[in-house]
């Protein structure tokens, strides 16, 4: 939908443009636009990345507030303005958790779970409903403890608990995948609840290999 907005210099209408079509200077960003759009890719869990790459680096080159070093102080703040979006916008969707929240979040849900922000790995959501990964919780947040605590030659372990929290991510991932998939195709409380289960554990065990990268270094 064209916006009828206007270009703060010259009044002449600029809709979503950019750049004034009249005096050519930079316009801020449309804060309501979504990173997919604003990279050029097509909403969805997998996105390509050199497409992606290419959308952030064609656009940062032609934003970059080193191109309006010797503008006016409002046209370095909107140059300044459009990288931040573009750099928030490239982070996101480079990294799968963070374009599943967001994706979330796009659709009507939540897209951020308890164990995302504070506390200790082991503080797993416990209104989870799901009796299962609960317990594994409590069972490896339990061993990386006594791991911890007595750290000597236990490096092979280690390494088991790595690999098992990799391919534990890695179904995860999977799962999440179908279930935006379904999503935005019909979005539905069931589906986005599922969706954002499976956030929750990929929050969880991206922080429990933070642990174990801690722990890896002091057996370095």
């Given amino acids: ?13 600029v809709a979503d443009a950019p750049f004034c079509p009249g005096c050519e200077v930079i316009q801020p960003p449309d804060a309501g636009v979504d990173h997919f759009a604003l990279l050029g890719v097509p909403r969805g ?31 370095r703040r909107h140059s300044l303005e459009w990288a931040t979006q573009l750099n928030t916008a ?8 963070l374009r599943g929240g967001y994706l979330v979040r796009l659709l009507g849900g939540r897209g951020e779970g ?21 317990m594994t919780v409590m069972e490896m947040r339990e061993e990386l403890a006594e791991l911890s605590a007595n750290p000597v030659g236990t490096g092979e372990r280690v390494a088991q608990l790595r690999q098992e929290i990799e391919r ?30 499976h956030l929750d554990h990929l929050r969880y065990h991206q922080r429990f290999i933070e642990e174990l990268e801690r722990l890896e270094e002091e057996l370095a």
């Fill in 1 to 13: 939908m064209m916006r009828d907005r206007r270009c703060w210099s010259c009044g002449v209408g």
């Fill in 90 to 97: 490239w982070r996101t969707l480079r990294d799968p958790v």
């Fill in 45 to 75: 869990f997998q996105v390509d990345r050199g497409r992606l790459e290419q959308g952030y680096q064609e656009r940062q080159a032609r934003f970059h507030p080193d191109r309006f070093a010797l503008a006016s102080a409002t046209e």
């Fill in 168 to 197: 534990r991510i890695a179904t995860e991932l999977t799962g999440l995948e179908k279930a935006l998939t379904r999503a935005l195709a019909a979005t539905s409380a069931p589906v986005l609840a599922e969706a954002e289960r």
């Fill in 114 to 134: 308890s164990t995302a922000s504070g506390g200790q790995a082991g503080r797993a959501d416990m209104n989870d409903g799901d009796p299962e990964f609960l």
